[in-house]
């Protein structure tokens, strides 16, 4: 399949020069107008952007930073189309993070060697971005997978977790609620590392934790420490690592997702809209699944159960507008459970 290119420039000859030279090899979309091309971006997501630098209107500095600033669109390679030789334009579209520059009047071979070797690389990174990803995702899981093998009260907990948070966040997102901070995510991301929030407990005892009896306070004031522990895992990864974002997420689930919307939750007592919202979306699937799980010293509740006292403790225990979705999709919970074999 051809790689998709757009050209944008206010000269229609230069399109028309463009679009002859590389129709053979990719394929190609000519806009005359940065506002023609943020629209088509909207249903075309391309693998280059060709953009002239001296257009009315919104200029391609301007269009550029539009794109960077973009989540969606801010990884699409761009390369400035210009007649300027000028070494401060230079520096200022590096700066915004052009790849290229391609002078005008366009020389057939340097165009089509240009996009091709540009094109490559990004392949080639892409590429490699996805082996990392895919090594990171493995490494991740067995880490997570150990921690859960030493809690012998809770097989299947952090699958399940995961599984409920990515409903609840999409859910949000299509309802609108915390939209700004959810699609500020992403939210690939965000549900992968969520099967973090519990690596603190390779800290506990296994005296403590996988205790068959209901724990004594002094127990449980033990058991509440993997929230921090967890933080402190976390960053000694991070000191090794460049995938700041991914580990920031799993951080913030580790050292929230006990805390409570009146404040009355560990480790630090934060009060609503002050606990992340990892940590409130966190809360309702933990304890959820606590709830519709059997433990040595409590029978599993049923999913009606469940989500009656999750709804009983919205706007103590929950954020109420997150419990408020949770109870929508409710019986996209039950699903997940009967899958698991819980109980309905």
């Known amino acids: 399949m051809k790689k998709t290119?757009?050209?944008?420039?206010?000269?229609?000859?230069?399109?028309?020069?463009?679009?002859?030279?590389l129709k053979e090899y990719y394929r190609v979309m000519t806009l005359p107008s940065a506002e023609k091309m943020f629209a088509m971006l909207e249903k075309v997501m391309p693998d280059l952007i060709l953009l002239d630098i001296e257009m009315?209107?919104?200029?391609?500095?301007?269009?550029?930073?539009?794109?960077?600033?973009?989540?969606?669109?801010?990884?699409?390679?761009?390369?400035?189309?210009?007649?300027?030789?000028?070494?401060?334009?230079?520096?200022?579209?590096?700066?915004?993070?052009?790849?290229?520059?391609?002078?005008?009047?366009?020389?057939?071979?340097?165009?089509?060697?240009?996009?091709?070797t540009h094109l490559d690389i990004d392949e080639l990174i892409r590429e490699r971005?996805?082996?990392?990803?895919?090594?990171?995702?493995?490494?991740?899981?067995?880490?997570?997978?150990?921690?859960?093998?030493r809690d012998q009260t809770t097989g299947g907990h952090i699958e399940r977790t995961s599984t409920y948070i990515n409903l609840l966040a999409n859910a949000m997102a299509a309802r609108g609620i915390y939209a700004d901070e959810l699609n500020q995510l992403d939210m690939d991301s965000f549900v992968s590392s969520a099967r973090l929030h519990d690596v603190g407990k390779i800290a506990i005892s296994d005296v403590v934790l996988n205790k068959p009896d209901k724990l004594t306070s002094e127990e449980f004031d033990i058991m509440k420490t993997h929230t921090i522990e967890g933080e402190k895992a976390i960053d000694q990864i991070a000191e090794r690592t460049v995938d700041v974002e991914f580990l920031q997420n799993a951080k913030i689930f580790a050292g929230t997702h006990h805390?409570?919307?009146?404040?009355?939750?560990?480790?630090?007592?934060?009060?609503?809209?002050?606990?992340?919202?990892?940590?409130?979306?966190?809360?309702?699937?933990?304890?959820?699944?606590?709830?519709?799980?059997?433990?040595?010293?409590?029978?599993?509740?049923?999913?009606?159960?469940?989500?009656?006292?999750?709804?009983?403790?919205?706007?103590?225990?929950?954020?109420?507008?997150?419990?408020?979705?949770?109870?929508?999709?409710?019986?996209?919970?039950?699903?997940?459970?009967l899958g698991g074999g819980g109980t309905a």
Request: charged share 25%; glycine share 6%; hydrophobic share 45%.
């Open 5 to 21: 290119i757009f050209v944008v420039d206010d000269n229609d000859t230069n399109l028309a020069i463009a679009k002859d030279v």
């Open 56 to 116: 009315p209107e919104t200029d391609g500095f301007a269009a550029l930073a539009s794109l960077k600033a973009n989540t969606g669109y801010a990884d699409i390679p761009v390369i400035f189309l210009t007649a300027m030789t000028d070494t401060e334009v230079e520096a200022r579209g590096f700066q915004l993070g052009v790849i290229d520059f391609i002078i005008k009047p366009f020389s057939a071979p340097v165009l089509l060697n240009r996009i091709k």
């Open 129 to 149: 971005t996805s082996q990392l990803q895919s090594l990171q995702s493995a490494i991740i899981f067995g880490f997570a997978d150990l921690v859960e093998n």
């Open 259 to 337: 805390e409570r919307w009146d404040g009355r939750g560990y480790p630090r007592g934060l009060k609503g809209e002050e606990i992340p919202l990892h940590g409130r979306i966190m809360a309702i699937a933990d304890v959820y699944d606590a709830l519709v799980s059997e433990r040595p010293y409590k029978k599993a509740f049923t999913a009606e159960e469940a989500v009656n006292i999750i709804m009983e403790n919205a706007g103590t225990q929950f954020d109420p507008l997150i419990a408020g979705v949770f109870f929508e999709i409710r019986d996209e919970y039950k699903k997940v459970l």
